[in-house]
C-alpha cells in the first residue's frame, strides 16, 4: 500500500478550511500537513504527533466538513503522523507564506520544546533536610514520588511559611532527574507560572506555552495558593493539569494553606488539588528543632555545648527557616570566641525571642488577644460565635500554635473543650486572613511583637 498525495484536491479543501478559522492557526496547523488518498480513503498527515493532536483536537470537525464539501462524500477522514518523503511536493496554499510572522510561530512550536522551569537551589536535598514527626507524611510522600512510587501523583504539600515546602519540591525535582536524565522536569512557583501564561498569551504564543508544560514528566508548582482570584490563570492551570494527570505524569505542588481554604478558588481546581495526597508539614517539634540546630551550628562551629543546644532547642520554637537563622549567629558567636555559656546564650537568643522561655505561655497568649480584642478570657473559652469573639479566638488559636507549637487537641481543651478540627480550621484561615487581610495582619504582628517582639513578622520571614 502506498499511498499518494493528492494534488487537487487538498488545495481546495484549504480554501474551505481558510474561511472557518483563524489565519494564524490555519497557518500555524496546516502549513506541513497534506491530503492523502487511496481507494477512496482519505488521510491527513502531519510531520509529528503532537501537530496532529493539535490540529485533530481544534479543527478536526472542519476538516472533515470541508473535505465532504469538495468531494460531495461524507466518508471519515483520518489522522495520521508520516515523514514526508523527500521526491514528493506538498501542495500548499497560497496563504501559506513560509515567511510569515505566523509561520515563525508555527516553527518554535513544532520545535523540540524548551522546558520552562526554574533555577534549582543546589542545598534543597533530600540529604540536607530534616525529618520529623511534623513533616513525616510530606517528607515521606515526597520521596515515595521520587523515588518512582506509583499512585503518588497529584502530591500537594501544605502548611505555613518556613516550614520546607520548597525544600521537598526541589529535592524531589532534583532525585527525579538524577534518576531519569531524559526526563523533562520544571520547577517553578506560581508567580512563574502565571507570568509565563501571561507572556505567551499576550505574543500569540499561547499553544507554545501549552506544549511545553503538556510535554513534561514531571511538574513542581510552588505556591498554588496565590492562583486564587486569577480566573483566568486557574482555567489554564486546570486544563493542563488534566492533560498531565491523564498522561499519568507526576504533579507535585505546595499551598500555604488547605486546598478548601484558598479563597476564590475556582471549585473544579479544588477538587482536582483534593483528588490525589495532600500532605500537611507544621513546624518542628522539639527533637526536629534540635536535629535542625546540630546540624546548621556544625557548618559555622564543632563542640558546641550539649546542654545548651538543647536548651535553644526548648527556647525557640520557630519554623526550620527561623532555626537556621539562630543556628547561624549561634556557631559563628562560638567560632569567633565568645564562650556558650547560660548567660552569653541567653543574651545571643535575647535577639530573637524577648521573654525567657519560662514566661511565654498559653495564658500569657490569652491575656494579650484578650487586652487587644476587649473581651474577656472567659468569653475566649465560650462557644459563643459573634465576629469579634471568633475572630479573637481564631487569632489565640494560631497565635498558641505558632509560638509555643503546643498541639491542635490540647489548644482545643484550653480553650472550653474545642474539637481539634475546629482549631485546625481556625489556625489556616487566620493564616489566609494575613495573606489577604491587611487588618488582620497588623493585628497578629501586633501581638507577637508583644509577646515577642524579636519573632519575625510575615514580610521578614519571607
Not at 239 to 258: A, D, P
Not at 445 to 458: C, G, Q, V, Y
Request: aromatic share 6%; charged share 25%; hydrophobic share 35%.
Amino acid at each position: 500500500m502506498n499511498p499518494g498525495v493528492n494534488v487537487g484536491l487538498w488545495p481546495e479543501v484549504l480554501d474551505h478550511v481558510k474561511s472557518k478559522i483563524p489565519k494564524e492557526r490555519f497557518e500555524m496547523w496546516l502549513k506541513e500537513a497534506a491530503l492523502e488518498e487511496e481507494g477512496g480513503n482519505y488521510a491527513i498527515v502531519f510531520p509529528n504527533n503532537f501537530a496532529k493532536e493539535f490540529a485533530k483536537s481544534r479543527i478536526g470537525a472542519i476538516l472533515q466538513e470541508s473535505l465532504a464539501e469538495v468531494t460531495g462524500s461524507n466518508q471519515p477522514v483520518s489522522f495520521q503522523v508520516r515523514k514526508p518523503r523527500a521526491e514528493e511536493s506538498v501542495p500548499s496554499h497560497p496563504d501559506l507564506n513560509p515567511g510569515s510572522a505566523t509561520i515563525k510561530a508555527a516553527a518554535e512550536m513544532l520545535a523540540p520544546p524548551k522546558i520552562i522551569q526554574q533555577r534549582l537551589n543546589k542545598a534543597m536535598t533530600f540529604a540536607t533536610f530534616v525529618p520529623g514527626q511534623s513533616n513525616r507524611i510530606a517528607h515521606g510522600a515526597t520521596e515515595a514520588m521520587a523515588l518512582g512510587e506509583d499512585g503518588i501523583s497529584p502530591l500537594l504539600i501544605h502548611g505555613p511559611h518556613g516550614v520546607g515546602k520548597t525544600h521537598l519540591l526541589q529535592a524531589a525535582c532534583k532525585k527525579i532527574k538524577e534518576d531519569n536524565p531524559a526526563w523533562k522536569v520544571s520547577f517553578m512557583t506560581c508567580e512563574y507560572f502565571v507570568t509565563e501564561f501571561c507572556s505567551s498569551v499576550t505574543g500569540s504564543k499561547r499553544e507554545v506555552f501549552q506544549r511545553r508544560i503538556i510535554e513534561l514528566d514531571v511538574l513542581a508548582v510552588d505556591d498554588v495558593h496565590k492562583l486564587g482570584k486569577k480566573a483566568g490563570t486557574q482555567r489554564e492551570f486546570m486544563y493542563l493539569f488534566n492533560e498531565l494527570h491523564n498522561q499519568n505524569k507526576c504533579i507535585l505542588l505546595s499551598s500555604l494553606v488547605h486546598p478548601g481554604d484558598i479563597e476564590a478558588l475556582d471549585d473544579g481546581l479544588k477538587s482536582r488539588f483534593m483528588s490525589g495526597i495532600m500532605a500537611p508539614i507544621n513546624k518542628p517539634t522539639y527533637p526536629t528543632r534540635l536535629a535542625i540546630l546540630g546540624r546548621q551550628i556544625k557548618k559555622h562551629a564543632k563542640d558546641f555545648p550539649k546542654e545548651e543546644l538543647e536548651y535553644v532547642a526548648r527556647a525557640v520554637s520557630g519554623t526550620p527557616r527561623e532555626l537556621v537563622g539562630v543556628a547561624n549567629r549561634l556557631g559563628l558567636e562560638q567560632r569567633f570566641g565568645t564562650r556558650m555559656t547560660r548567660r552569653n546564650v541567653d543574651e545571643i537568643l535575647s535577639e530573637f525571642i524577648s521573654q525567657p522561655l519560662e514566661s511565654l505561655s498559653v495564658e500569657t497568649i490569652e491575656s494579650a488577644v484578650s487586652e487587644l480584642y476587649n473581651i474577656s478570657p472567659e468569653q475566649l473559652k465560650s462557644k459563643k460565635q459573634s465576629k469579634s469573639i471568633s475572630q479573637a479566638r481564631q487569632v489565640a488559636f494560631y497565635l498558641t500554635r505558632k509560638l509555643l507549637s503546643v498541639s491542635y487537641k490540647d489548644i482545643g481543651e484550653y480553650y472550653g473543650g474545642k474539637n481539634h478540627t475546629t482549631v485546625i480550621a481556625a489556625d489556616r484561615r487566620v493564616e489566609l486572613l494575613i495573606e489577604t487581610d491587611p487588618n488582620t495582619r497588623a493585628s497578629v504582628d501586633k501581638l507577637i511583637r508583644k509577646l515577642n517582639p524579636s519573632t519575625l513578622t510575615k514580610e521578614e520571614v519571607e
